[in-house]
Each structure stands twice: as structure tokens, then as C-alpha cells.
């Protein structure tokens, strides 16, 4: 078998699969960050500065990589992120991946702008479904939403607030990107979302539309408004401080997840892992901590872990899968992920995930 059709051996050959399957301004869309990328190399870059310890004279016979999160079982720490219109990399879109993520265990974070419905995703799923949410200036739009989510049994709310305008990502404005024909985030209003569907100059469909539907007005006071709304867990994404850490916990809300977006918003903002810590220090146990952003193989989720987080979440490497091979693409990769993170925890002389802390990671 020849190189070019060699299976995939790491996450990072996923991606050179996806490449050939999608057109250049979608690729762009999926693997652009913000400005001069510098947030979105630093993602990855970060993890290379931290060095593992491990641990001899162990029983690592037996490798458990189950968790919990909410009182939801889940087969391994990875799940993935929320990342809008699946459909622009397979046919199936959102519900091929709620099907691969079932297969492997995995919690699947669903996006607000999901090209099927919140019905249908729900309908193919066979693992658990949270939903992601931005803040709207329309909250009719997000009542009904997380009425439509309690019905059917997505368990968590994830709000996204790092996004009261859309990054500058420079290829999405070269390339003039416009949704295509066919991709529609169906669970929203069509007049809300008019915007993402017109050319815009020099400028994205995309950004033009945060600028006139996303509420840059709300406040901590505002998450009283969503905790009226439901009894479901929820979580605050795009936090990079202990400062809004200690504030979220504060305020009453269930988990955060540490996040810069995947380097799709503020160029140079510190990189997710350097931001971990930090965070989980300030919340003192009190909550979930999540963290995004960077993620590319076994040895990242197992120091993600050791610096505190209770869970990772993946977001192009599933894109990629999904792209090359649908459901079965989005399974390979979660698969991957928590075999590399079962490898790892072998030979740093850890059986479970209980037994990984601070000291197996050196700055």
C-alpha cells in the first residue's frame, strides 16, 4: 500500500485525508484561525513545553479511561467541541458525528448553528448530547431553543462567550465565505440567520452576521436569565482567566471550559493549556473544568488532565475524520485519541484516571 493511502497512524493524518474531500474556501473556514494564526499555532505549540514524569513499578496491567461528567458515564475524557455546519464536510453533517462519538463513548457538544435539526441529531445519537449556545440579541430564539433541547434529552447548556464579534480570520475574507447552498444552521430562524448567506467584500457571511445577532450587551447579571430558563448544568465557554474562573463559580454556574475559541478570536491570546491552571485553581473544585484547543494526540489529553481538567474536548481533528469518512471517521478519531491517552497512561505508570495529578507534568 502506498503512502498516500496508508491508514491513519496519528491524528495529524487525518487531516491530509479531509484536505482532498472538501473545496479550498470551506478547508480555509474549518482550518483558519484569527488575524496572523499566532493564537492557533500557539494551541499546539504550548504542549510541546511541558514535559511528562513518569512512574515505574506500577500496575498499569489494566487501563480505565471511563469518567463521569454530571453524573453521565462516559467511555473515555475526550469529547468534542461545538463547531457549527458539520454539513459543509459530509452529507449526513451533525448526525453522522453524534453517531461516531456514540460508538466510541464520547460526549458530543452540539453547536447552536448545527446544519440538522436538534430532532434529528438527537434521533441518531446513542452517547450523550450537550448544546452549545451563543448569546442572541433575540433570547426568544434561546428559550425555545433550550426548550427544544430539554426535550429531547440533551443534558447540559455550554455558553459560548468569547464571541461578541467574529475574529478577524483573514482567508474567511479573502475568500469572501458565504454558506453554500444546502448548509443552513436549521435550528434558528432563517431571518436570523439571513446574514451568514450574503457575499459581503472584503469580509465573511459569517462575520457579518455575529455582528448584527450576537448580543454584546450581556453581563454576569445575565446568566440569572438562562438559569430561570432550566435546571440543566451550565457551562461557560471561553474562559482564559482565574479572574472570570472565580467569577463563574460565583455566579453560580456548573463547569467552565477553558478556551480561545480553537484561535478563531483574539490573535496572541494566551494558549488554552497555558490558560488551565490558572483556572482550576480559582474554581477550588467546585465545578467541571473542561479545556479546548490544540488537542492532537494521546500525550496532550493526558497533560490536560494532569494540570487539572476533568475532560478535553477535540474539534478539527473530529471535523477531519468526519470529512474523510463520515460517522466512521468521527469514531476512528475519538478512537485514536483515547488509545494514544491509554498508551500514555501505561508507560507514565497510571491505571486510571484518578491516579494522574500535577506531578506527572514538568513546565
Known amino acids: 500500500m502506498g503512502t498516500q493511502n496508508a491508514a491513519p497512524l496519528r491524528l495529524t493524518d487525518f487531516r491530509d ?22 493564537t492557533l ?30 453524573g453521565t458515564a462516559l467511555a473515555t475524557p475526550v469529547g468534542l467541541a461545538p463547531i457549527a455546519y458539520h454539513r459543509l464536510l459530509h452529507p449526513e453533517g451533525e448526525a453522522a458525528t453524534v453517531r461516531g462519538a456514540g460508538r466510541a463513548g464520547a460526549l ?55 464571541a461578541k464579534r467574529i475574529g478577524q480570520r483573514l482567508r474567511d475574507m479573502r475568500n469572501g465565505f458565504t454558506l453554500p447552498e444546502g448548509v443552513a444552521a436549521v435550528n434558528v430562524d432563517p431571518a436570523v440567520m439571513a446574514e451568514a448567506h450574503r457575499a459581503h467584500e472584503a469580509d ?61 478570536q483574539l490573535d496572541n ?40 481538567a476533568d475532560a478535553v474536548l477535540i474539534g478539527r481533528p473530529f471535523l477531519w475524520g468526519l470529512a474523510a469518512d463520515g460517522a466512521d471517521g468521527v469514531e476512528a478519531v475519538l478512537r485514536m485519541a483515547t488509545s494514544e491517552l491509554e498508551h500514555t497512561m501505561t508507560l507514565m505508570g497510571t491505571a486510571t484516571l484518578a491516579d494522574i495529578d500535577r506531578s506527572a507534568v514538568r513546565p
Open 41 to 70: 499555532a500557539a494551541n499546539t505549540s504550548a504542549y510541546d513545553r511541558h514535559r511528562l514524569r513518569p512512574r515505574v513499578l506500577t500496575d498499569v496491567d489494566k487501563i480505565d479511561t471511563r469518567t463521569a461528567l454530571f
Open 108 to 162: 458530543t457538544v452540539v453547536g447552536i448553528f448545527a446544519s440538522r435539526t436538534l430532532e434529528d441529531i438527537a434521533e441518531a445519537a446513542t452517547g450523550p448530547l450537550w448544546l452549545q449556545l451563543y448569546w442572541l440579541r433575540q433570547r426568544a430564539v434561546l428559550e425555545q431553543l433550550i426548550e427544544r433541547a430539554e426535550a429531547g434529552g440533551y443534558e447540559a447548556f455550554v455558553v459560548t462567550l468569547d
Open 17 to 38: 485525508l479531509a484536505a482532498g474531500h472538501v473545496t479550498r474556501p470551506v478547508w480555509d473556514f474549518v482550518d483558519g484561525g484569527s488575524g496572523d494564526e499566532r
Open 204 to 264: 465573511s457571511a459569517i462575520s457579518a452576521h455575529a455582528e448584527i445577532s450576537f448580543d454584546r450587551t450581556l453581563t454576569w447579571e445575565d446568566l440569572a436569565w438562562m438559569r430561570g430558563r432550566t435546571a440543566k448544568p451550565i457551562l461557560l465557554k471561553g474562559v482564559l482567566t482565574a479572574e472570570d474562573a472565580r467569577l463563574a463559580a460565583e455566579h453560580g454556574v456548573d463547569g467552565i471550559v477553558v478556551s480561545n475559541h480553537g484561535g478563531r
Open 269 to 308: 491570546a494566551v494558549a488554552s493549556i497555558d490558560a488551565l491552571e490558572e483556572c482550576v485553581e480559582a474554581v477550588s473544585g467546585s465545578m467541571p473544568v473542561l479545556v479546548d484547543g490544540g488537542i492532537r494526540r494521546g500525550t496532550d489529553v493526558f497533560t490536560a488532565l494532569a494540570l487539572g
